[in-house]
């Protein structure tokens, strides 16, 4: 079955730091290009970050020098690691999984940056 379930959101304070994590199902990790987006009420799902297979990245403009994504083959996890949160930063983050055919999304993962 074709899975993704990602983990690790939560409620923190401004300049705060989490780690989001995504699990895949190795149907749809090895050559995939894995990507982190997000959703704020009343605003349209944007990519936060992406990671090719080869490892190549990419990053929103909002989010470069703050936040890292990774993954780790052997475990078939992707990673988002988010230093210096900010109120903007407040939405609902999804894993997502793609190829040229395919596309596969999880769950989704609340982050909500407030004092």
């Known amino acids: 079955q074709v899975q993704l379930v990602e983990s690790g959101g939560g409620l923190v304070q401004p300049g705060g730091s989490l780690r989001l994590s995504c699990a895949a199902s190795g149907s749809i990790f090895r050559g995939y290009t894995m990507g982190w987006y997000r959703q704020a009420p009343g605003k349209q799902r944007e990519l936060v970050a992406a990671?090719?297979?080869?490892?190549?990245?990419n990053y929103a403009d909002s989010v470069k020098g703050r936040f890292t994504i990774s993954r780790n083959s052997a475990k078939d996890m992707v990673y988002l690691q988010m230093n210096s949160l900010n109120a903007e930063d407040t939405a609902v983050y999804y894993c997502?999984?793609?190829?040229?055919?395919?596309?596969?999304w999880g769950q989704g993962t609340q982050v909500t940056v407030s004092s």
């Open positions: 990671i090719t297979s080869g490892g190549s990245t």
């Open positions: 997502n999984g793609k190829t040229t055919l395919r596309s596969y």
